[in-house]
T-cell receptor
Framework: ETGVTQTPRHLVMGMTNKKSLKCEQH?????MYWYKQSAKKPLELMFV???????ENNSVPSRFSPECPNSSHLFLHLHTLQPEDSALYLC??????????????FGSGTRLTVV | DQQVKQNSPSLSVQEGRISILNCDYT??????FLWYKKYPAEGPTFLIS?????DKNEDGRFTVFLNKSAKHLSLHIVPSQPGDSAVYFC??????????FGTGTSLTVIP
């Protein structure tokens, strides 16, 4: 496989459930990201990992917990979510320091519905 | 407060004509600007970028123009093709690998 792969593509979970989103990149990139896209809102950066180290946490509630075990894998652990957390969750990767001119490579996203 | 704005949610253009997508920003510290294209059920894909030291960057049918005094950038697609129908996002950065995105403009190219 090439590019950035996200699983699952769709997820429906209850507010008391615990689930995890998985992201894997096959590009040899050294930075990975979680973004959230809600309806009619811009993409919101949630977390940044550079060389497996978390460097950004944009005031994300603790019910979202990221994990980056190595430079190719990124997880987003979900616990006790709210219905307003329903959104498209996008994973992306990039190669430093060229990210500003070459941008991210995004996965296809996980469509999350919290019921 | 939203730092990058795309005020036109949608745009329709005849095949072969020019498509112009606009983007405005508020933060004068932004030094790189990118455009992404997104098809349904896929993630956004990088299209073209421009540094703040330039006012124009061209790649095939796609040209991005930057007007720093107006804090405005635009993406021109010439000629437009039906396969260009997608949602286009502009994004801006001043902190290395963190980008601020607009809400997107849905382009429909009519055959």
């Amino acid at each position: 496989e090439t590019g950035v792969t996200q699983t699952p593509r769709h997820l429906v979970m209850g507010m008391t459930n615990k689930k995890s989103l998985k992201c894997e990149q096959h590009l040899g990139h050294n930075a990975m990201y979680w973004y959230k896209q809600s309806a009619k809102k811009p993409l919101e950066l949630m977390f940044v990992y550079n060389f497996k180290e978390q460097t950004e946490n944009n005031s994300v509630p603790s019910r979202f917990s990221p994990e980056c075990p190595n430079s190719s894998h990124l997880f987003l652990h979900l616990h006790t979510l709210q219905p307003e957390d329903s959104a498209l969750y996008l994973c992306a990767s990039s190669q430093e320091p060229q990210v500003q001119s070459r941008g991210y490579t995004f996965g296809s996203g996980t469509r999350l519905t919290v019921v | 407060d939203q730092q990058v704005k795309q005020n036109s949610p949608s745009l329709s253009v005849q095949e072969g004509r020019i498509s112009i997508l606009n983007c405005d920003y508020t933060n004068s510290m932004f030094d790189y600007f990118l455009w992404y294209k997104k098809y349904p059920a896929e993630g956004p894909t990088f299209l073209i970028s421009i540094s703040s030291i330039k006012d124009k960057n061209e790649d095939g049918r796609f040209t991005v123009f930057l007007n720093k005094s107006a804090k405005h950038l635009s993406l021109h697609i010439v000629p437009s093709q039906p396969g260009d129908s997608a949602v286009y996002f502009c994004a801006a950065s001043y902190t290395g690998n963190q980008f601020y995105f607009g809400t997107g403009t849905s382009l429909t190219v009519i055959p």
